[in-house]
């Protein structure tokens, strides 16, 4: 297997785009990526899009191709490939792209990641995202996906003693980091009054411990590693790459408030890359809603189970902490369109690790992990890169 | 939701009375019922009886849904939870006949047969399994 690098990184904007299409978005960060990369059109041996509905959420379908269309590439037949896993699509076409590149198959590959959310109401954007859940033994008898991990929360707080206060906290921090990142959402700081006492969405779950409805796009350009000092001054390389499912009903996993998932996928990454958690300088993990962020750093090892809640009131994970966790903001601040999200988590991990963070630097970062979740963690894929 | 009627039709048995299945191989039961038993496989291929679960069993965990789907919207606030059921499957359903401040983990609950949801005004009604506290345990 031969290594792997992230040459080049495109985001667009995440929030409510009302004057951009599914089109547009995908093509603008698919550009920068390539612009930042020092590739040309010609060098591309294959693209991967992950997308968790566009036939839902804009009634399209077979945007492999679309994308590659759209972004220029029709007449040059580039191989595309759409790949699907919930929220987790954008982390699956990473992985997707890697092993196309480690298998020797191919040298130069665009991942793209992409969700229009906001081109339907509310309710259906709800309905949509619920399909990530079992339809026929949650979904239909009236459970939500705030639902689901409302029921994880408080099963949390029930065996480990976590507190609403400790959910509150990973918001606020989340935002705080988000207000430094001009592509973020809501680059806005909340105080914990605020996020404790948002309105009920499913209790104890309330709005400020949801993640919003974004639209947006992200994209990378993979190189092997042997030819990647040819394009870029500062390649990242991948250094280990790990993904695992469970049951799609959350009612049938072993333990209610383990991602079992994460943990298999993180176990993998962790063997091939030969380090442990103990050695990551910061992560992107999915913080759909903030229990998600709790588990997440339980998951991956960072904390012991059950004291993730303490962690983040003792600060481990703010930006200058021991272990800084969602430095763009994070689901919840950056924003969630859901195809793209996995993707974006490369982006952030390699502008840190470029050094290029601005504002929300993590001094001398040199690994980074990121943690991309579909549904309710039945599956997780897990990256972890590292400055060269 | 918006699919043909036999989509619902097929899960009658599960709904309706609880139909789950065990495995013959290690005698685990499980509902929804599977096409083979996860923990034995091939051993249990041709093995999964059907199995009907009693409908008794225990809040494991639980929310209460403030902002519902399209289609149940009209119930708001209302509580769902997991259940534990006696035989060792965990189920996902509403909990009714009880205040939502009152629902807690570790509370005794039984199935109840009651309406779920409906096609709009004119289309089919679709009937399953709530839960309710326990009357006598």
């Known amino acids: 297997m031969r290594d792997v690098a992230v040459i080049g990184v495109g985001l667009t904007k995440f929030g409510e785009l009302w004057d951009k299409s599914f089109r547009q978005l995908i093509s603008e960060a698919g550009a920068k990526a390539i612009l930042d990369s020092g590739i040309e059109g010609k060098d591309i041996d294959a693209m991967y899009v992950g997308s968790m509905s566009s036939g839902r959420f804009v009634g399209q379908e077979h945007i492999g191709a679309l994308v590659a269309d759209t972004s220029g590439f029709s007449f040059m037949h580039i191989p595309a490939t759409r790949v699907e896993g919930a929220c987790a699509s954008g982390g699956l076409a990473f992985r997707e792209g890697y092993f196309s590149i480690a298998s020797g198959m191919n040298d130069i590959v665009v991942v793209g990641g992409i969700e229009k959310m906001n081109d339907v109401g509310g309710s259906s954007a709800t309905e949509t995202l619920a399909t990530a859940a079992d339809q026929e033994w949650e979904a239909f008898f009236g459970v939500t996906f705030p639902g689901l991990y409302a029921m994880i929360a408080l099963r949390h707080m029930h065996e480990y003693g976590t507190t609403k206060e400790q959910l509150a906290q990973v918001a606020v921090k989340n935002h705080k980091n988000g207000a430094l990142n001009p592509y973020a959402q809501y680059q806005k700081e909340i105080t914990i009054e605020q996020a404790m006492n948002s309105t009920m969405v499913a209790y104890p779950l309330g709005l400020m411990d949801c993640s919003p409805v974004t639209d947006g796009a992200a994209s990378v350009v993979l190189c092997a590693a042997e030819k990647a000092r040819q394009y870029c001054q500062k390649p990242i390389k991948i250094i280990g790459s790990g993904q695992g499912s469970d049951t799609l009903a959350l009612h049938s996993r072993r333990d209610i408030c383990t991602l079992d998932a994460t943990v298999h996928a993180a176990n993998m990454a962790y063997k091939q890359a030969k380090i442990n958690p103990k050695d990551i300088d910061l992560a992107e993990v999915h913080d759909c809603f903030t229990i998600a962020e709790i588990c997440a750093i339980e998951d991956l090892g960072f904390v012991k189970k059950g004291e993730g809640g303490k962690a983040v009131e003792n600060k481990i994970t703010t930006l200058d902490g021991t272990m800084p966790v969602n430095t763009s903001g994070g689901l919840k601040s950056k924003g969630h369109p859901v195809g793209a999200t996995g993707v974006a988590q490369i982006v952030e991990i390699v502008t840190q690790l470029r050094g290029e963070a601005g504002r929300r630097q993590v001094k001398d970062a040199r690994i980074g992990l990121t943690h991309n979740v579909g549904g309710s963690g039945a599956t997780c894929v897990v990256h972890l890169l590292e400055a060269v | ?137």
Not at chain 2, 19 to 27: A, E, K, P, V, W
Not at chain 2, 42 to 69: A, C, D, F, N, W
Not at chain 2, 121 to 136: D, E, H, L, N
């Open chain 2, 1 to 137: 939701m918006d699919s043909n009627v036999a989509r619902f039709w097929r899960q009658i048995p599960q709904r309706y009375n609880l139909i789950g299945n065990q495995c013959g191989s290690c005698n685990k039961i499980f509902f929804p019922p599977r096409e083979s038993c996860p923990y034995c496989r091939r051993k249990s291929m041709e093995k999964m009886h059907p199995y009907q679960l009693k409908g008794k069993g225990e809040v494991i965990t639980y929310t209460i849904i403030h902002v519902g789907p399209k289609d149940f919207e009209e119930q708001v606030p209302y509580p769902i939870a997991i259940i534990r059921m006696d035989e060792g499957p965990q189920i996902t359903g509403q909990i009714v006949d009880c205040d939502y401040h009152k629902v807690e983990i570790g509370m005794r609950v039984e199935t109840t047969f009651r309406r779920i949801q409906e096609d709009g005004y004119t289309g089919a009604i679709y009937y399953g399994y709530k839960f309710k506290p326990c009357s006598v345990d």
